[in-house]
């Protein structure tokens, strides 16, 4: 598939995003004091780099095929254990509260990001590829929901 130079710099741009995202999940991941958060966010990492290799194939011409990443496809079996109750309110609950709340409105922002973006393109099948990375990006707020809920931070 032959893209324009301004389908090119979107999609440049939207990489440049996703390693964004992808070095901010790896950063909670590290920082997260509850083990169960940890493995959400490295789960969701892998995601962002999944999207990232995708716009990669994209840009390179090729037209990849529409898989839903590995954690944004389990967001409905997603039940997460509660490890903060809601009478505590110690630092590691607050300090993983925070991670959670920064990360749902970087999503927010993502996700918005590609809603405007895939406009701008010519070729159906690249705006459904754009539409379903917005899909998980979603998915991943949505997670990240379920998770402050079940450890009564939302
Ligand atoms: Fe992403
Ligand atoms: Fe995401």
Do not use: W
Request: hydrophobic fraction near 30%; charge should be negative.
């Amino acid at each position: 598939m032959i893209l324009t130079e301004k389908e090119n710099t979107i999609l440049q741009d939207l990489q440049t995003q996703e390693k964004v995202c992808m070095e901010h999940y790896n950063l909670c991941a590290a920082t997260a004091k509850d083990g169960c958060l940890k493995d959400l966010f490295t789960q969701i990492a892998r995601d962002e780099q999944t999207h990232y290799q995708t716009l990669g194939k994209l840009m390179n011409g090729e037209t990849p095929s529409i898989t839903p990443a590995p954690a944004a496809s389990r967001v409905d079996t997603y039940q997460p254990k509660a490890t903060y109750s809601a009478s505590s309110n110690d630092a590691d609950k607050q300090h993983d509260a925070l991670l959670c709340s920064d990360s749902i409105g970087n999503e927010k922002m993502v996700s918005a990001d590609y809603n405007t973006n895939l406009f701008h393109f010519g070729s159906g099948e690249v705006r459904k590829l754009l539409n379903h990375i917005q899909t998980e990006e979603q998915e991943h707020a949505e997670m990240i929901y379920k998770y402050k809920k079940a450890n009564s931070m939302a």
